[in-house]
């Protein structure tokens, strides 16, 4: 039987359709991904981690820019049972934090099956099992494969595709359109009129480094945006704000952050900046929106180095006119519109995950469905979130583990006093 169960050797792997998985089967080897596996090793339950890319943390390896930093102290973004090293600064670079999660995965002797990109999965109830399909490609050689599981850990994240707005007249613009996802540095633009569509925490990041980097940009504002100080008194504020819900309410500690930013960035909505009219912290519980953390943009937005314009009513040849009329030219566009899940478009499942591929149920009931199903890195709570949902789902998992451990252990050796019996 446990010849079984275990797990095909790396040749082996490649010359078999199906694969019998002693285990979970883990799909996304991002932070999230690698926090399970974490716990599920110190449970002693085997799992097997697939990941479509070459590289575990592959958005923060490819897809973001090169002056991202973390915008929360390090204490919040850490992963279960290893903490930053003590000498990376309080905010930790891009390059700092993807070496934290390789000695993460080395660590925990976590090592994904790269490449392995799932193309379905479905719950096979006559067996059972997950059947989780999947190809990879090296070269010119294409194999499917096959694996099955008892436990499906979805880990694929709130951010797994880029969001790319229909917006009317783009195709015929003809200068340089990307993605915030491609964008890595101002340089390439240095002295270019450049048009940043989106105004969250990456288009004022981006817009800032465009700025240092002798750009001219333009941010569209299409709606209202919380933009908070990144520290307050000397204080992250978002450590400041979990700090105050251990005695306060949420709407008090929202006006209480309002007021102290509006003391530290004065009155912002006269640089097209206007506010929601529900709270930050309220605002990011009922609709995942997540508030901008300022860290230099707003300073050039009131120089005018950072120009401040209304939604998008088409495109044209090298030019946008907005709605409100006004038309300019622009020599690159760049959309900082954000990313969603992916989970629908493989997972062949309806009742956990709704349409737009998060879990239907509320925080922090979230986390786990049925027929051992789970999902890890979906609250809109950051890494400390997906931290938490990561270790209750190891340990569900384990709980189950160890139970059948013990009863495969006592049927075995009531087995052989029978046997010695006869």
Not at 242 to 255: A, E, F, S
Request: glycine share 8%; hydrophobic share 35%; charged share 25%.
């Amino acid at each position: 039987m446990e010849s079984l169960f275990r797990r095909a050797d790396h040749e082996d792997l490649f010359s078999r359709r199906c694969i019998l998985v002693n285990g979970p089967v883990i799909v996304g080897a991002g932070p999230s991904g690698l926090a399970t596996a974490a716990g599920l090793r110190e449970q002693g339950v085997p799992f097997v981690v697939l990941e479509r890319a070459e590289c575990i943390a592959s958005l923060w390896h490819k897809r973001t820019y090169d002056r991202l930093k973390l915008h929360l102290p390090k204490q919040f973004c850490q992963l279960p049972k290893l903490p930053f090293p003590e000498d990376f600064p309080e905010y930790p670079t891009k390059r700092q934090f993807i070496e934290y999660l390789e000695n993460y995965a080395k660590h925990f002797d976590i090592n994904p099956q790269f490449n392995e990109c799932v193309q379905s999965s479905k719950y096979d109830e006559t067996s059972g099992f997950w059947r989780v399909k999947t190809f990879s490609s090296t070269g010119s050689n294409r194999t499917e494969l096959e694996y099955m599981c008892r436990w499906l850990i979805v880990a694929t994240g709130e951010n797994a595709e880029c969001v790319m707005p229909d917006i009317d007249g783009l195709g015929e613009f003809g200068g340089d359109v990307i993605h915030a996802c491609e964008y890595k540095s101002g340089e390439k633009y240095r002295g270019k009129k450049v048009l940043v569509v989106g105004c969250g925490n990456s288009g004022m990041e981006i817009s800032l480094d465009l700025c240092n980097h002798n750009a001219s940009p333009s941010m569209v504002v299409r709606n209202s945006v919380h933009v908070l100080p990144r520290e307050i008194f000397g204080k992250s504020t978002f450590e400041l704000a979990v700090l105050l819900m251990k005695w306060l309410p949420l709407w008090l500690i929202d006006k209480l952050l309002l007021l102290s930013t509006w003391l530290l960035l004065g009155n912002i909505e006269k640089f097209g900046l206007k506010r929601p009219s529900v709270g930050p912290l309220e605002l990011k519980n009922s609709t995942g929106k997540t508030p901008v953390l300022d860290i230099g943009a707003l300073e050039r937005i009131r120089s005018g180095d950072i120009k401040v314009v209304t939604g998008i009513k088409k495109f044209s040849r090298n030019q946008v006119e907005l709605v409100n009329g006004e038309k300019f030219d622009i020599d690159s566009v760049i959309l900082a519109t954000g990313y969603r899940s992916n989970v629908p478009s493989w997972l062949q499942e309806g009742e956990f995950f709704s349409k737009n591929g998060f879990p239907k149920a509320p925080f922090p009931h979230g986390w786990k469905g049925n027929a051992g199903l789970y999902a890890v890195g979906f609250t809109r709570r950051g890494l400390s979130g997906a931290s938490s949902d990561a270790m209750r789902i190891a340990q569900d998992i384990g709980n189950v583990w160890k139970e059948e451990t013990k009863q495969r252990k006592r049927t075995i050796a009531c087995h052989r006093r029978c046997i010695s019996q006869f």
